[in-house]
């Protein structure tokens, strides 16, 4: 003890290692003879008297070790000497040592992380040796099956680990840019866990996701003073998650029954936040590298992706990033930033046509595609309502949306067809909405402008070709009577107010308001005489009764006598024709209606 003494508070600067390496050496026999007479029944982890030797003996190599000639040595000595005092259990049997010599490990470290080098200065080697090291180490307590308990070699193999991940982190950190180390710290995850999980060191393989962390708050430092040219480092980060997620997928996949059931829950828990948080990464940085006219084809053609993976894989999260890709699409085209003029355009089409065609693909492969049933009428209401409100917003600008009607009665009979092709009964519901809505507008704005376009007379006429369609194919579209009734009501009158309106711009009304309405009674009569059916004669009768009291209410009192027997002859001969049509085939007629 006294030479352990005068080796730690006595040694001169020029004095020779090699005498406190001696004095160790020779602590290490008595260590060993102590050992080695000490009584066979102690199964203690660490006897006294052994324990004491050993501690000696450390104390004293570490002086030597420490002298000032030697100290840009330190870590790399104190490293190799921790090594053989591990391996030293196999030929001395002795655990003391094997235990106490993990500090020497510890200090190798600690002189390397407080060394006064700087660690870029460093030569790349000593590093290298320092690392070779404690993987040798770390090992070791990995598979060695004679000394302790598992925990014990657990808590062993842990400290490892972590001292590994401190010295690549203060190693290349030195030697690296901002956006050089997020690139590094990426592939120092990918590397450090991949190494980890092909040696079984599973605690190496976890604690190696400390980088992910750094790189993590890399990445967003780099998106914040990013220049807008350098999205390829960004993306670095991105690929280690989705390869990590990928490669503890193959795992689960292929040695499932290896893992326990909690490996395989953590596992799955972490393939889960992996891919969403790659998910949301690559969200941000479409936000930040991509102009705001290019997003919608850009999130389009990343769900596009992601929908085939998820399809080939069978995978339900790409399934569901899919559709919040397809979504973020859609939204990106309501995006204060993006022009009028660059609104529609084919890759902006292209985006919101892909996701009813995806869609279409999901309902055909339900087996690869795990879709609710009512995703898809989502899926399709979404799509076609965006559909709609593009088209909205690219004829705003044109005559203050003058053709939105006529552009609604066209989208609807479109999304009608397709309903029909595809045996999509969301779409008739989108066809319906687009003439419900052309029919109201018609109604309460385009019949009241000083100018009405004949192309605004599409929306009555949608409504009726769909009544007559649900009719004869009720298989397709079963619909109620009353709805039948409503539509023929609805269009018609609307119709009516739509001629009305014309007649007086472009005649004054009057006279040829009151034939306008007679002829048009007539013509909804032969309507519902060739198409057999009801409500188009109670619709003409209904006209025709609008017609009479004008005639009898208003034109005769204030029309000249000429237009007064015009207009009761016009009347006149409207009845007249009903009244023969409705003799001479009456029969057919009541068969009819």
């Given at each position: 003890?006294?030479?352990?003494?005068?080796?730690v508070?006595?040694?001169?600067?020029?004095?020779?290692?090699?005498?406190?390496?001696?004095?160790?050496?020779?602590?290490?026999?008595?260590?060993?003879?102590?050992?080695?007479?000490?009584?066979p029944?102690?199964?203690?982890?660490?006897?006294?008297?052994?324990?004491v030797?050993?501690?000696?003996?450390?104390?004293?190599?570490?002086?030597?070790?420490?002298?000032p000639?030697?100290?840009?040595?330190?870590?790399?000595?104190?490293?190799?000497?921790?090594?053989l005092?591990?391996?030293?259990?196999?030929?001395?049997?002795?655990?003391?040592?094997?235990?106490?010599?993990?500090?020497?490990?510890?200090?190798?470290?600690?002189?390397?992380l407080?060394?006064?080098s700087?660690?870029?200065?460093?030569?790349a080697?000593?590093?290298?040796?320092?690392?070779?090291?404690?993987?040798?180490?770390?090992h070791?307590?990995?598979?060695?099956?004679v000394?302790?308990?598992?925990?014990?070699?657990?808590?062993?193999?842990?400290?490892?680990?972590?001292?590994?991940?401190?010295?690549?982190?203060?190693?290349?950190?030195?030697?690296?840019?901002?956006?050089?180390?997020?690139v590094?710290?990426?592939?120092?995850?990918?590397?450090?866990?991949?190494?980890?999980?092909?040696?079984?060191?599973?605690?190496?393989?976890?604690?190696?996701?400390?980088?992910?962390?750094?790189?993590?708050?890399?990445?967003?430092?780099?998106?914040?003073?990013?220049?807008?040219?350098?999205?390829?480092?960004?993306?670095?980060?991105?690929?280690?998650?989705?390869?990590?997620?990928?490669?503890?997928?193959?795992?689960?996949?292929?040695?499932?029954?290896?893992?326990?059931?909690?490996?395989?829950?953590?596992?799955?828990?972490?393939?889960?936040?992996?891919?969403?948080?790659?998910?949301?990464?690559?969200?941000?940085?479409?936000?930040?590298?991509?102009?705001?006219?290019?997003?919608?084809?850009?999130?389009?053609?990343?769900?596009?992706?992601?929908?085939?993976?998820?399809?080939?894989?069978?995978?339900?999260?790409?399934?569901?990033?899919?559709?919040?890709?397809?979504?973020?699409?859609?939204?990106?085209?309501?995006g204060?930033?993006?022009?009028?003029?660059?609104?529609?355009?084919?890759?902006?089409?292209?985006?919101?046509?892909?996701?009813?065609?995806?869609?279409?693909?999901?309902?055909?492969?339900?087996?690869?595609?795990?879709?609710?049933?009512?995703?898809?009428?989502?899926?399709?209401l979404?799509?076609?309502?965006?559909?709609?409100?593009?088209?909205?917003?690219?004829l705003?600008?044109?005559?203050?949306?003058?053709?939105?009607?006529?552009?609604w009665?066209?989208?609807?009979?479109?999304?009608?067809?397709?309903?029909?092709?595809?045996?999509?009964?969301?779409?008739?519901?989108?066809?319906?909405?687009?003439?419900?809505?052309?029919?109201?507008?018609?109604?309460?704005?385009?019949?009241?402008?000083?100018e009405?376009?004949?192309?605004?007379?599409?929306?009555?006429?949608?409504?009726?070709?769909?009544?007559?369609?649900?009719?004869?194919?009720?298989?397709?579209?079963?619909?109620?009577?009353?709805?039948?009734?409503?539509?023929?009501?609805?269009?018609?009158?609307?119709?009516?107010l739509?001629?009305?309106?014309?007649?007086?711009?472009?005649?004054?009304?009057?006279?040829?308001?009151?034939?306008?309405?007679?002829?048009?009674?007539?013509?909804?009569?032969?309507?519902?005489?060739?198409?057999?059916?009801r409500?188009?004669?109670?619709?003409?009768?209904?006209?025709?009764?609008?017609?009479?009291?004008?005639?009898?209410?208003?034109?005769?009192?204030?029309?000249?006598?000429?237009?007064?027997?015009?207009?009761?002859?016009?009347?006149?001969?409207?009845l007249?024709?009903?009244?023969?049509?409705?003799t001479?085939?009456?029969?057919?007629?009541?068969?009819?209606?």
């Amino acid at each position: 003890m006294l030479a352990v003494n005068w080796l730690v508070l006595a040694a001169k600067p020029g004095d020779s290692p090699m005498l406190g390496l001696g004095v160790a050496a020779l602590l290490l026999f008595n260590a060993w003879w102590m050992g080695r007479h000490e009584d066979p029944a102690n199964a203690a982890l660490l006897r006294a008297r052994t324990s004491v030797f050993a501690v000696l003996a450390l104390i004293a190599g570490g002086a030597a070790i420490t002298q000032p000639e030697t100290t840009p040595w330190v870590p790399v000595w104190f490293a190799g000497a921790a090594v053989l005092l591990t391996a030293s259990i196999h030929w001395l049997r002795t655990r003391e040592l094997t235990l106490f010599g993990q500090g020497y490990l510890v200090a190798a470290h600690f002189y390397w992380l407080l060394g006064r080098s700087g660690w870029a200065e460093l030569p790349a080697w000593r590093p290298v040796l320092l690392l070779a090291a404690t993987l040798a180490v770390l090992h070791w307590w990995t598979r060695q099956t004679v000394l302790g308990d598992r925990k014990l070699a657990e808590n062993f193999e842990t400290g490892c680990a972590f001292t590994v991940v401190t010295l690549l982190y203060s190693w290349l950190h030195a030697h690296c840019t901002p956006p050089q180390w997020l690139v590094v710290s990426s592939a120092l995850a990918l590397g450090v866990s991949g190494y980890g999980a092909a040696t079984r060191a599973w605690r190496l393989a976890a604690t190696g996701q400390v980088f992910t962390l750094v790189a993590l708050v890399n990445f967003f430092r780099h998106i914040a003073d990013s220049r807008g040219d350098d999205w390829a480092v960004a993306l670095a980060l991105v690929a280690m998650l989705l390869l990590t997620a990928g490669a503890s997928v193959l795992a689960l996949r292929h040695w499932t029954d290896k893992f326990s059931a909690d490996t395989r829950a953590a596992l799955q828990a972490g393939v889960t936040i992996y891919f969403w948080v790659a998910f949301a990464m690559l969200v941000v940085m479409a936000f930040r590298y991509v102009p705001a006219a290019q997003r919608p084809w850009t999130f389009a053609l990343g769900g596009g992706a992601l929908f085939a993976f998820a399809g080939w894989q069978k995978f339900a999260r790409p399934l569901m990033a899919s559709g919040i890709a397809m979504g973020l699409a859609l939204l990106a085209l309501l995006g204060p930033r993006v022009l009028q003029e660059e609104l529609v355009t084919i890759p902006n089409l292209f985006a919101m046509l892909l996701p009813l065609a995806l869609q279409q693909v999901a309902r055909r492969m339900p087996e690869r595609f795990l879709m609710p049933a009512n995703a898809h009428a989502a899926v399709v209401l979404v799509a076609g309502g965006f559909l709609w409100l593009q088209l909205t917003r690219w004829l705003l600008p044109e005559r203050d949306g003058h053709f939105f009607s006529v552009a609604w009665s066209v989208l609807g009979p479109v999304f009608l067809a397709a309903g029909l092709w595809l045996r999509e009964r969301t779409y008739f519901v989108l066809g319906v909405a687009c003439l419900l809505a052309a029919l109201v507008r018609m109604v309460f704005h385009d019949a009241w402008q000083p100018e009405l376009l004949l192309l605004n007379v599409l929306p009555m006429l949608g409504v009726f070709a769909l009544q007559r369609a649900a009719r004869r194919h009720p298989e397709g579209a079963a619909l109620p009577e009353t709805a039948h009734t409503v539509a023929i009501f609805a269009s018609g009158l609307t119709l009516w107010l739509f001629l009305s309106r014309w007649v007086v711009q472009a005649a004054g009304g009057k006279f040829f308001l009151t034939v306008s309405w007679a002829l048009l009674a007539l013509a909804v009569f032969a309507a519902g005489f060739a198409l057999r059916e009801r409500m188009y004669r109670w619709l003409g009768l209904a006209v025709l009764a609008g017609a009479i009291g004008r005639v009898v209410l208003l034109d005769v009192w204030q029309l000249a006598l000429v237009y007064r027997v015009l207009a009761f002859m016009a009347l006149g001969v409207v009845l007249i024709v009903l009244g023969y049509i409705y003799t001479r085939w009456q029969d057919k007629i009541r068969e009819w209606l």
